[in-house]
């Protein structure tokens, strides 16, 4: 009779035991036991080809600034139009009630999330685990390295495109060195907004124009609290030639400021993105004199159809996430009394 043993056998019992607890952990490392943490192939119920029995979940940031609030009703239109279940939470920009919803979309049988981020840095292990369970798609806000892909504005192009026509005004009103003070989002704005600012920043160099920035202080991308901050900032900085806000929300309360003040008749206001409405009204209504200088096409519109869109097909199995790339950008545009009236729909949502 053979004495010869399996590979494990001619150790004590308890190594043999070690050695086992290794090969687990192995396995777990190469995602063999537990559920990898790469991004999912499929929408979390499988493929429902019936439009009408597939659920998108939207995950937005919050509601208090404008464009979020538009893209909740683009979206809502959207659903009743192509027929399919959407739920819709905002987070008011917490992370940690972000993941709730987003779970309680899943147990609501949500097969593909659409998800505007409240923090690039801080949802990174968040969204790794979100998007192994079901396709994310990014909108606005993404977090990198995670989901399926991302439909974003080009923030820093947009910007640009907006202090390139703040730049040409200047110039025109024979001034080329600005003082200029800076609305800013909120401590969580780790991406979108510095990149707006700094395209902005940049178009005003390419422009020609030079600038010592005075003063920066958040207005949370909400028009009242951009109010108080330009009024803040305006007080102390008294030779400001320029306030940029991040958003038009934010540029729309230092308007407020600065219109019926004479102390302020020479300071102008402009937005490195949004295209709002109300901003671009008054672009339209004071011409190429208008105090409100310029602004930048971010239209919510554009990018819920888009996410929505890239959402559904994967739900209906009409594409797979393997079919888009990591991210799209939706059409970069600075507006000003040039081009004003391409953009300016009174009628629009946002």
């Given at each position: 009779?053979?004495?010869?043993?399996?590979?494990?056998?001619?150790?004590?019992?308890?190594?043999?035991?070690?050695?086992?607890?290794?090969?687990?952990?192995?396995?777990?490392?190469?995602?063999?036991?537990?559920?990898?943490?790469?991004?999912?192939?499929?929408?979390?119920?499988?493929?429902?080809?019936?439009?009408?029995?597939?659920?998108?979940?939207?995950?937005?940031?919050?509601?208090?600034?404008?464009?979020?609030?538009?893209?909740?009703?683009?979206?809502?239109?959207?659903?009743?139009?192509?027929?399919?279940?959407?739920?819709?939470?905002?987070?008011?920009?917490?992370?940690?009630?972000?993941?709730?919803?987003?779970?309680?979309?899943?147990?609501?049988?949500?097969?593909?999330?659409?998800?505007n981020a409240t923090s690039v840095k801080g949802q990174k292990e968040m969204m790794t685990q979100i998007s192994s369970?079901?396709?994310?798609?990014?909108?606005?806000t993404n977090v990198p390295g995670t989901g399926t892909t991302s439909v974003t504005s080009d923030n820093k192009t947009i910007g640009r495109l907006s202090g390139i026509i703040t730049a040409k005004r200047f110039l025109a009103?024979?001034?080329?060195?600005?003082?200029?003070?800076?609305?800013?989002?909120?401590?969580?704005?780790?991406?979108?907004?510095?990149?707006?600012?700094?395209?902005?920043?940049?178009?005003?160099?390419?422009?020609?124009?030079?600038?010592?920035?005075?003063?920066?202080?958040?207005?949370?991308?909400?028009?009242?609290?951009?109010?108080?901050?330009?009024?803040?900032?305006?007080?102390?900085?008294?030779?400001?030639?320029?306030?940029?806000?991040?958003?038009?929300?934010?540029?729309?309360?230092?308007?407020?400021?600065?219109?019926?003040?004479?102390?302020?008749?020479?300071?102008?206001?402009?937005?490195?993105?949004?295209?709002?409405?109300?901003?671009?009204?008054?672009?339209?209504?004071?011409?190429?004199?208008?105090?409100?200088?310029?602004?930048?096409?971010?239209?919510?519109?554009?990018?819920?159809?888009?996410?929505?869109?890239?959402?559904?097909?994967?739900?209906?199995?009409?594409?797979?996430?393997?079919?888009?790339?990591?991210?799209?950008?939706?059409?970069?545009?600075?507006?000003?009394?040039?081009?004003?009236?391409?953009?300016?729909?009174?009628?629009?949502?946002?």
């Amino acid at each position: 009779m053979s004495t010869r043993r399996g590979r494990f056998g001619r150790f004590p019992r308890r190594l043999r035991a070690a050695a086992a607890v290794l090969v687990v952990g192995v396995l777990t490392a190469c995602g063999q036991i537990y559920p990898s943490t790469e991004p999912a192939q499929q929408p979390a119920g499988g493929v429902q080809p019936d439009i009408s029995k597939v659920t998108i979940g939207f995950a937005q940031q919050q509601l208090q600034a404008p464009y979020f609030s538009a893209m909740q009703q683009q979206s809502e239109e959207i659903a009743r139009a192509k027929g399919f279940r959407l739920l819709f939470q905002a987070a008011n920009k917490d992370p940690v009630v972000q993941m709730n919803q987003m779970q309680a979309m899943l147990a609501q049988g949500a097969n593909v999330l659409v998800v505007n981020a409240t923090s690039v840095k801080g949802q990174k292990e968040m969204m790794t685990q979100i998007s192994s369970k079901v396709p994310v798609i990014y909108i606005d806000t993404n977090v990198p390295g995670t989901g399926t892909t991302s439909v974003t504005s080009d923030n820093k192009t947009i910007g640009r495109l907006s202090g390139i026509i703040t730049a040409k005004r200047f110039l025109a009103m024979g001034k080329s060195q600005l003082n200029l003070v800076i609305l800013t989002g909120p401590a969580t704005d780790e991406f979108v907004g510095p990149n707006r600012r700094q395209g902005f920043l940049d178009g005003l160099t390419e422009g020609g124009v030079t600038y010592q920035i005075r003063s920066e202080q958040s207005g949370d991308y909400q028009q009242d609290k951009g109010q108080v901050a330009a009024e803040n900032m305006l007080s102390a900085n008294p030779d400001t030639d320029l306030v940029l806000g991040l958003n038009d929300s934010m540029a729309l309360g230092a308007y407020n400021v600065i219109k019926d003040r004479p102390q302020y008749r020479n300071v102008y206001v402009a937005a490195s993105a949004d295209g709002q409405k109300e901003a671009l009204a008054l672009i339209k209504e004071g011409g190429c004199s208008s105090r409100y200088i310029s602004t930048g096409l971010n239209s919510p519109d554009l990018a819920s159809q888009q996410a929505l869109s890239i959402a559904v097909d994967i739900a209906t199995g009409v594409k797979t996430p393997a079919d888009y790339p990591p991210e799209s950008f939706t059409r970069a545009v600075g507006i000003g009394c040039e081009n004003v009236n391409e953009y300016y729909d009174p009628n629009s949502v946002f």
